[in-house]
């Protein structure tokens, strides 16, 4: 599979598609799922910091761990670390990395779909803070991302549908990479697919005031839905998409949308009520001056943004 350039105004970085091997130099970030499944490569590897997998983790207490390793070793600006994980992993990591010493080089080794298809590109880095998603962060791009799709060998099933819904996502975005589908191309070349897409959105973008808005579809309600109910990520967004379908799409485009579910086998069986979400919609940190940018699909590949005041608000 051919490499990607990404341009970034922080400094230009690949996409490559190789096997990770570690290195004794390396410092890495990774979480107990990744140690067990390296087994002695990582358990051995003396340079490293582990912490629980998932949403667990995801808060500033871990970032500062990081930071305050990173001082006690002494780390110059140059030296880098390696967030070797799923998104958890990679958007802590990237934090840390971007507040030590006002910012150091990282790499982004994703071992989880949705990490592979998203989170790992385009320098969104953050954490949860007081039940918001993603709610304390910045972008800082990494040095250069690897994906190594054997990582996908091991990976459960309920966490291979988690990175589905963002690939899903994306062939809602692009009629091309939709229409692609139909063919069932392999997984390398559907993670391949993706991220020529987001390249695109985060190059003429960078710092989400415009096109990279699409990239949130599904996310407002989504991002509700996994913090408030529990539901994975991926299968979060997926419910978010099919709300906004259903409240500003039509008929073809909502059967278009459940026919790429089925394509991934994914059953979507919970029902969440728009009104009752909409009471924690104005809570995300996207908001602007009483404002919330919805992302609402026209058709596939026809994007636009309905701004949605919050009640009460006079701005």
Request: charged share 30%; hydrophobic share 40%.
């Amino acid at each position: 599979m051919e490499n990607i350039q990404v341009k970034s105004l922080a400094g230009d970085y690949e996409i490559l598609f190789k096997k990770f091997q570690i290195m004794p130099e390396d410092f890495i970030i990774t979480d107990t799922n990744l140690v067990k499944v390296l087994g002695a490569p990582l358990e051995d590897h003396e340079r490293k910091l582990v912490f629980e997998p998932g949403e667990v983790s995801k808060n500033i207490d871990s970032v500062l761990r990081i930071v305050n390793r990173l001082q006690a070793l002494n780390f110059s600006k140059t030296q880098g670390i390696i967030a070797l994980g799923g998104g958890v992993i990679g958007d802590m990591t990237g934090f840390a990395a971007g507040i030590f010493k006002r910012g150091i080089p990282y790499v982004q080794v994703p071992t989880t779909l949705l990490a592979m298809v998203d989170s790992s590109v385009g320098g969104k880095t953050g954490v949860n803070h007081r039940g918001q998603k993603n709610f304390l962060g910045q972008i800082h791009p990494p040095e250069r991302v690897i994906i190594d799709t054997d990582f996908l060998k091991v990976l459960p099933e309920e966490e291979m549908a988690n990175g589905y819904g963002e690939i899903i996502k994306y062939a809602l975005l692009d009629l091309e990479f939709f229409e692609a589908l139909k063919k069932k191309p392999s997984m390398t070349a559907v993670i391949a697919h993706c991220l020529r897409i987001k390249k695109r959105y985060v190059e003429a973008d960078e710092f989400d005031e415009g096109a990279r808005m699409h990239l949130n579809l599904g996310h407002s309600y989504g991002h509700i839905i996994e913090s408030r109910y529990g539901v994975r990520h991926g299968i979060a967004v997926l419910y978010g998409i099919e709300i906004i379908i259903k409240r500003y799409g039509d008929r073809e485009l909502l059967e278009n949308f459940y026919r790429l579910v089925r394509r991934f086998d994914i059953v979507l069986d919970r029902t969440f009520d728009p009104a009752e979400l909409e009471a924690y919609l104005f809570e995300d940190k996207k908001v602007r001056d009483g404002h919330l940018n919805l992302v609402v699909p026209k058709g596939i590949g026809d994007i636009g943004i309905l701004s949605v005041r919050e009640k009460g608000s006079d701005r």
